[in-house]
């Protein structure tokens, strides 16, 4: 009987034993879980080197307290869920958060900025590009312990490849911008369905169909003439457009060139694609709809484009939204439209 009770005396304890080993290897697994989440935690880099118009930019991950100055890049930071503490809302899309989110300060158009704003915010980030390239060094000089990068390209009749440019500039300023905010796959993303784009519309195109394109603005139609400047003239170094009308001394002026609508008519286009600038602002009191404009014009009612329906309008945001989210969108209606 005593032998008995020694050998379940001795089994409990065994088990016992076992237990606390069990228990011990628990836990030391989990420090050791714990251990390599904190080691990993603490490895991850806090800067980024990025390459802006100026050169090499050293920049804090997830920074505090951004200013975003350029229209390229709203939609997108916006899109990924960032938090800006000031922008120009007067030359943005007026359904931005941004712009209706009170908190975030507004330093007023690149015209007139108000750029102690900037200062007051105390940024580390500040992010320039397009409307604002010219006040770079003024803001540099004004927060010097912040990051400063100028995500600028040039598009005007100045640029040798206004169309290469456009491309490059968007994909780049995406990528820098995943890079800084650790939104790298994202960023990827939108580069990998920019470059579907732009072939399923280069694709569409049959390569002999004329384009004339054009700005509407207060009423009035505008050329806007191809290879430079906003949105339309670097579109057609990308798809390898053939012009209905070219002239000498183009611009890349916003509101387009100075050339009577029955020039353009008389180009008889094949196509015609429309930018409404008058659509992306709220403060225009005397805008008419671009399609009214167009669909009214006694000049252009007998044209190919318009007798075939063969129009396309950019999204009607475009000239305060040029984001890569807004060319994705305007080369989709052009892919749908070139392929009826």
């Known amino acids: 009987m005593k032998k008995s009770k020694i050998l379940i005396l001795t089994a409990i304890i065994a088990a016992f034993a076992l237990m606390v080993t069990a228990c011990s290897n628990s836990n030391i697994e989990s420090a050791k879980i714990d251990t390599n989440e904190q080691v990993n935690e603490s490895t991850k880099p806090l800067t980024v080197e990025i390459t802006d118009v100026h050169g090499t930019v050293t920049v804090p991950i997830n920074p505090k307290n951004v200013v975003a100055l350029d229209n390229r890049t709203f939609e997108t930071l916006s899109d990924w869920g960032i938090e800006l503490a000031a922008v120009p809302k007067g030359v943005m899309p007026t359904d931005s958060p941004y712009v209706s989110n009170e908190s975030v300060q507004d330093i ?6 108000n750029l102690e704003i900037i200062a ?8 320039i590009g397009q409307r604002f390239a010219s006040h ?3 803001i540099k000089a004004l927060v010097p312990n912040a990051a400063v990068i100028d995500l600028n390209f040039d598009v005007s009749e100045e640029a040798a490849t206004p169309g290469e440019n456009l491309v490059n500039g968007l994909k780049h300023s995406t990528i820098v911008l995943g890079q800084i905010f650790d939104k790298n796959e994202a960023a990827e993303k939108l580069v990998a369905d920019f470059d579907k784009a732009i072939e399923d519309a280069k694709s569409k195109y049959n390569g002999k169909d004329t384009v004339m394109s054009v700005v509407v ?7 806007s003439a191809p290879h430079s400047g906003r949105v339309w003239g670097p579109m057609y170094e990308i798809f390898g457009w053939a012009p209905a009308l070219e002239i000498g001394s183009a611009s890349s002026n916003h509101q387009g060139d100075e050339v009577s609508v029955e020039a353009i008519a008389q ?10 600038r008058d659509a992306a602002t709220s403060s225009t009191t005397d805008a008419v709809p671009a399609q009214d404009v167009i669909d009214n014009s ?7 484009a318009v007798t075939e329906g063969k129009i396309v ?9 040029e984001s890569i989210q807004t060319y994705l969108e305007l080369f989709s209606s052009l892919s749908n439209a070139l392929s009826k």
């Open 108 to 113: 007023g158009n690149h015209r007139e900025p």
């Open 120 to 127: 007051a915010v105390d940024p580390e980030l500040v992010i």
């Open 136 to 138: 770079y060094e003024d």
């Open 217 to 223: 603005s207060g009423g009035n139609i505008g050329f």
């Open 267 to 276: 180009s008889n286009p094949d196509w015609l694609f429309v930018l409404d």
């Open 298 to 304: 006694p000049a252009l009612k007998n044209i190919t």
């Open 313 to 321: 309008y950019a999204p009607n945001d475009t000239y305060t939204n």
